[in-house]
């Protein structure tokens, strides 16, 4: 609420304008073949004009067919002879993206055709260094998925807000683009590729903003797949805290927001567990009033596996509480980061 009221009392008037530099299109993978060959043609439907984008697929470590299928289309294929991670490979890409703006895209998501375009008209505006598009997770079939597709839709209202206000704190990897000129090489084992990099340009002084009609889309996911992606991301941002320790300075623009917002989140499950611990020094009945509350919401989440599908409103609540549970204790795990190598937290599953 507070950040919504924000934003309206600042809120920036976007500045856009018909623009179409040159673009290079950074598209890294892994063992892509299921998507490559339907990524390349969405990316060849954009409403740009051809002579105009350069297409880069790196191939990172391959051993399937991603780059046979790559050499098919009008593309530089970089092969990379063995998985160096993500980081790796946009690294190496930049040596030879020559265009005024780079668009950064994942193999999986197609995008709508005037994807490109509507992130490219962002940049008319000279305080503009990063923008990034909208994530459309597609509907899911069961309470799980459903439950990650709502805290997606939540984690995509904050970011709007946070547009309106100055800047989005990173970036969507499925979709973003920015001005080639702040671009920098990622250190190894960068695990948020697609927040270092928007941070290049923050701290350069210009602002990274959200585009919400340029689309991409993904498929919907389950608590496993999720969990591990939140591991990893949660880790990222232990991460980027050592590498943009400013970020935490009250002297730096949005520091309250990334305190709050990024910084919150890691803190959150340390923060439950100090609640439920202290819980034994309540004085009574506030004592069992809170340790009843807290083994009820606890219980929900573990009871959920076993309530059935159609229990209407018992099987929501149920879910929603174990969906918030796993995503808290993903923020609890990435502390992992502080003493494992960071490529081990590459997982989806």
């Given amino acids: 609420m507070l950040l919504a009221l924000l934003a309206r009392t600042k809120e920036k008037v976007p500045v856009v304008g018909w623009q179409q530099p040159t673009v290079s299109v950074l598209l890294p993978a892994h063992n892509g073949e299921r998507w490559m060959a339907a990524k390349l043609d969405t990316i060849f439907a954009l409403d740009y004009p051809r002579e105009k984008l350069q297409v880069l697929v790196i191939a990172d470590g391959c051993t399937d067919r991603t780059s046979e299928i790559a050499r098919r289309y009008p593309v530089e294929v970089i092969e990379l002879a063995t998985k160096s991670g993500k980081a790796v490979a946009l690294s190496v890409a ?144 232990y991460q980027l805290i050592g590498q943009f320790p400013q970020l935490l300075w009250p002297g730096t623009r949005m520091w309250l927001h990334f305190f709050s917002y990024k910084f919150g989140r890691l803190m959150l499950p340390w923060m439950l567990l100090g609640m439920a611990i202290s819980t034994v020094w309540l004085p009574e009945p506030w004592r069992k009033i809170a340790a009843l509350g807290q083994i009820a919401f606890y219980g929900l989440a573990v009871a959920n596996r076993w309530v059935p599908a159609g229990s209407g409103l018992v099987k929501k609540l149920s879910a929603a509480v174990s969906a918030f549970v796993v995503l808290v204790g993903a923020a609890g795990c990435a502390s992992a980061i502080l003493v494992v190598p960071p490529e081990r937290l590459w997982r989806t599953k």
């Fill in 94 to 237: 930049l040596k030879s993206a020559h265009g005024e703006i780079l668009f950064f895209t994942d193999v999986r998501q197609p995008l709508e055709p005037d994807a490109l375009q509507h992130l490219v008209n962002r940049f008319a505006d000279p305080n503009v260094g990063v923008v990034t598009g909208d994530l459309i997770i597609r509907d899911g079939t069961t309470h799980e998925e459903a439950n990650v597709g709502l805290y997606w839709k939540y984690e995509k209202l904050i970011r709007k807000e946070l547009s309106l206000l100055d800047s989005v704190l990173g970036a969507t990897g499925a979709i973003y683009a920015m001005r080639r000129s702040l671009a920098k090489p990622l250190p190894a084992g960068t695990l948020l590729d697609d927040v270092h990099q928007p941070m290049n340009a923050f701290f350069a002084g210009y602002r990274i903003v959200m585009e919400g009609r340029a689309k991409a889309y993904d498929i919907p996911t389950g608590l496993e797949t999720e969990f591990w992606r939140k591991v990893r991301t949660q880790a990222g941002i």
